[in-house]
Structures are given as C-alpha cells and as structure tokens.
C-alpha cells in the first residue's frame, strides 16, 4: 500500500538554528498535508499542498511539493522553543491520511 | 465552534475486558475518520465514515473492534475483548468535505494490561 518515508526521525537544534523535515513517497501523489502534533497532544493541520512544484508560507514556516509529486519537505527558520513537537506528513486517498513516521523537533533555548 | 470531542481521555482496562470509545464531531462534519497510534509507530488510519455508511474500513486491525455511527453524528469503536497490542492513542478527526482538512480530537489513551 502507499507509504510515505520521513526523514530525519529526531532533530535537536539550539533555538535560532534552521530545521526541515523531508517526506518521500515512492509512487505519485495528488496532495500531501502536513500537521504538527505538540508533546501530549493531537495533531493540527498545518497546510495542504496540491499543485507540482508548489510552494507555501506561513510565516517561518516554508512547505515545499517536489515537481514529481514525489516528496515534500518542511523548512522552519529561526526556530523558537514554541516549534517543539512532532510534525509529519501525510498524503490524502479520498480521506485516508496515510502518515508518515514523523519527525520529532525538540529545542534547546 | 465546538471542536471535536472524545471520551474517555484516557482507559486503562485488562486484557479481555470490552472498552468503547466515542467521538463527537464537530457539528455539521459528514465525514469522520478513526485513527491509532500505538507506541513508537506512525499514526495509522482505521476507518472513514460518510454520515452514517462506512465509506473505508480498510485498517481496521481485526474483528475485535467495531464501529459505528448510527445517526451519522456521533461514533463509537468498541474493543472487544482487548489485546495488550490494542495500547495507543486512538484519535477522531472530522472534515466538512472529503479531501478537506480533517481536525483531530484531542485522543484516548487507552491501556490495555
């Protein structure tokens, strides 16, 4: 069935340092969402990304789709102790998300 | 708006006892996805209702669990009997449309010993 790999599992970074998350898929894919999911909590949709090549902000936040289709990548900069948590990737089949591994960002201030 | 809603928030049964988990979505949301982490894995799909018909109930783990959403508001999955392998978090998520951001409850944790 579809999977999607994520890379790195665990990051640690000093606050202020960059991070980005890479998400692979080994077939084509029509959209990819991405959510973040705080220490003991649920996970919060961050965007969607549908179009080839797209590429989307939200503040520090940067969301890249490959021209394939294929992966995916978060880039936050400037992290800050607030982007703690586990951010991770997951294609929708009609409504099935299909999560990636995750990464697990923690941040030392 | 209300988001959604699970109870309990967290379950510590024993192996072979029965546990029912409910969501409430949030108002208005036709769609309804159940979903499990168990721990040290990815967040895994178990089924997606469309009101009150199950749309994919492909990752259901086994006849063990049932759901089912009669009225096609609220859900319920039961566990019965409970494996030790059935530990995790299980979460409901609701979306307007297909395809469109599903927003997730905030998960039962549930312990089976």
């Known amino acids: 069935g579809q999977q999607v790999m994520q890379i790195p599992q665990y990051q640690h970074v000093q606050e202020g340092e960059d991070f980005t998350t890479y998400c692979n898929s080994s077939?084509?894919?029509?959209?990819i969402q991405w959510y973040k999911q705080r220490p003991g909590g649920h996970p919060v949709f961050l965007i969607q990304?549908?179009?080839?090549?797209e590429v989307k902000k939200q503040k520090r936040l940067t969301f890249q789709f490959g021209e394939a289709k294929k992966n995916s990548s978060l880039h936050i900069t400037a992290t800050q102790t607030t982007d703690v948590g586990t951010y991770f990737c997951a294609p929708d089949l009609w409504g099935k998300l299909i999560f990636g591994q995750g990464t697990e960002l923690s941040v030392k201030p | 708006e209300a988001g959604v809603t699970q109870f309990p928030s967290h379950s510590v049964i024993e192996k072979g006892q029965t546990v029912t988990l409910r969501c409430d979505p949030i108002?208005?949301?036709?769609?309804l996805y159940w979903y499990r982490r168990v721990m040290g894995k990815e967040i895994k799909f178990l089924l997606h209702f469309v009101k009150e018909s199950k749309q994919d109930e492909s990752g259901m783990p086994n006849n063990r669990f049932l759901a089912e959403r009669t009225g096609g508001t609220y859900s319920t999955l039961k566990v019965q009997p409970a494996e030790l392998e059935d530990s995790g978090v299980y979460f409901c998520?609701?979306?307007?449309?297909?395809?469109?951001?599903?927003?997730f409850g905030p998960g039962t944790r549930l312990l089976v010993l």
């Open positions: 077939t084509t894919l029509s959209n």
């Open positions: 990304l549908v179009k080839s090549g």
């Open positions: 108002s208005g949301h036709d769609n």
């Open positions: 998520a609701s979306s307007l449309q297909v395809r469109e951001t599903q927003y």
